[in-house]
């Protein structure tokens, strides 16, 4: 089951990449932007609460979506940027098993135990 999870989000990653190569902007900024949705771990300097919510403001699914369209509707493709690379990000991290946390601390996530082999 765990493959065939992985095999969507790498779907869903490459729907991203898709719909970022729509977007007006140079390819190179994909490979820069990928990983700028992980600044959202600095909330776990105050303690594992605000890092859970804060890291998973910035890692769900419905943020990136909802961001995207925003973008369309105001026609502003910086939002429709931000959605996307959060898209990406998102799928990326779930291949490698990173999934929204809870607040008892940042390995414990709706995937299971980052770094529990059972998880």
């Not at 140079?26 to 919510?53: E, H, R």
């Not at 999934?99 to 082999?117: A, V």
């Amino acid at each position: 089951m765990k493959n065939l999870l992985k095999l969507e989000e790498l779907a869903l990653m490459i729907l991203g990449i898709f719909m970022f190569g729509l977007l007006s902007y140079q390819w190179w900024w994909l490979p820069v932007l990928i990983l700028t949705p992980d600044i959202s771990m600095s909330g776990y300097l105050l303690g594992s609460k605000i890092g859970a919510i804060s890291y998973n403001v910035f890692h769900h699914r419905g943020v990136a979506i909802i961001l995207y369209f925003i973008g369309i509707y105001f026609m502003s493709p910086i939002i429709q940027l931000i959605g996307t690379i959060l898209f990406i990000h998102i799928a990326m991290d779930r291949i490698f098993g990173y999934g929204l946390k809870y607040d008892k601390g940042f390995k414990f996530t709706h995937l299971g135990e980052i770094g529990n082999k059972n998880g």
